[in-house]
């Protein structure tokens, strides 16, 4: 069974810069294509970055250039690298892991920018 551990969240000021990371665990880390999602209140849990298991990767458009999504395969560890957040960056930050019609997601952490 996977185990996805996140963290890396907390309160930041606008413009900051805040690292999460996700620890993989209970099964082989390099055959997941790895996502981060986010989710308030109200809304749909939507996708923010993902990686594929050679590498590549794509960002929701409002993320583009200011978030950065890699991964440490002997780490077993996927991270997202968030600069120059925004208050409506604020959300809970899902780590998840696909394997063909498989997802696994993990606890969830919470980012706070405050404005």
């Known amino acids: 069974q996977v185990q996805l551990v996140e963290s890396g969240g907390g309160l930041v000021q606008a413009g900051g810069s805040r690292r999460l990371s996700c620890v993989c665990s209970g099964s082989i880390f390099s055959i997941y294509t790895m996502g981060w999602y986010r989710q308030t209140p109200g809304k749909q849990r939507e996708l923010v970055a993902r990686i594929t298991t050679i590498g590549n990767t794509d960002y929701t458009d409002s993320v583009k250039g200011r978030f950065t999504i890699s991964r440490d395969t002997a780490k077993n560890t996927v991270y997202l690298q968030m600069n120059s957040l925004k208050p409506e960056d604020t959300a809970a930050y899902y780590c998840?892991?696909?394997?063909?019609?498989?997802?696994?997601w993990g606890q969830g952490t919470q980012v706070t920018v405050s404005s």
């Open positions: 998840a892991a696909d394997y063909r019609a498989y997802r696994y």
